[in-house]
Antibody, heavy 118, light 108 residues
Framework: EVQLVESGGVVVQPGGSLRLSCAAS????????MHWVRQAPGKGLEWVSL????????YYADSVKGRFTISRDNSKNSLYLQMNSLRTEDTALYYC???????????WGQGTLVTVSS | SSELTQDPAVSVALGQTVRITCQGD??????ASWYQQKPGQAPVLVIY???NRPSGIPDRFSGSSSGNTASLTITGAQAEDEADYYC???????????FGGGTKLTVL
């Protein structure tokens, strides 16, 4: 059974930094592209970033480009999101998701909540 | 980047058929995938590719596409189908992903 477990969400002040983690199990982690997706309270889903199976390719939404960095450690079956220069509008539940057939996100974690507030 | 547009809300009578649509230029080049999200839960993939259902998704869910519009159809909607539905696809560059704004489905 595929499991994705996010962690690292906390309350942080504007301008601060945070690193989210996603622990993966139940599949061959280094075979798959992985995504981060976020959802602000009461709002819709927003794609944030993806990283290829080997970490060689990364892409970011315009809203986070230059501030967030996605990475992975295939030896630890883990995905990360380094978040710098945080803004109040970054407040959201952050999900990691596994890329599957036809680039659909076929498995999701339960999310970790990031609150950016003074 | 491109945008995907969904109707904010749709309703359907119990047992009837409902179509939820998603419009965007990138859909002329890429398939949409569809996600169901119930309150307090993570999204669940329900349709991907041309018209494929993951294991465990009922066959009353189907997908189709024409031009710049992708559709999710629920044939014989059930009370448990009441949820938010999101479409997702690559943008026109092919390197970025984008979600539609979501459609809240109410089953009457």
């Amino acid at each position: 059974e595929v499991q994705l477990v996010e962690s690292g969400g906390v309350v942080v002040q504007p301008g601060g930094s945070l690193r989210l983690s996603c622990a993966a199990s139940g599949f061959t982690f280094d075979d798959y592209t992985m995504h981060w997706v976020r959802q602000a309270p009461g709002k819709g889903l927003e794609w944030v970033s993806l990283i290829s199976w080997d970490g060689g390719s990364t892409y970011y939404a315009d809203s986070v480009k230059g501030r967030f960095t996605i990475s992975r450690d295939n030896s630890k079956n883990s995905l990360y999101l380094q978040m710098n220069s945080l803004r109040t509008e970054d407040t959201a539940l952050y999900y990691c998701a596994k890329d599957g057939v036809d680039t659909a996100m076929d498995n999701w974690g339960q999310g970790t909540l990031v609150t950016v507030s003074s | 980047s491109s945008e995907l547009t969904q109707d904010p809300a749709v309703s359907v009578a119990l047992g009837q058929t409902v179509r939820i649509t998603c419009q965007g230029d990138s859909l002329r080049s890429y398939y949409a995938s569809w996600y169901q999200q119930k309150p307090g839960q993570a999204p669940v993939l329900v349709i991907y590719g041309k018209n494929n259902r993951p294991s465990g998704i009922p066959d009353r869910f189907s997908g189709s596409s024409s031009g710049n519009t992708a559709s999710l159809t629920i044939t014989g909607a059930q009370a448990e189908d009441e949820a938010d539905y999101y479409c997702n696809s690559r943008d026109s560059s092919g390197n970025l992903w984008v979600f539609g704004g979501g459609t809240k489905l109410t089953v009457l």
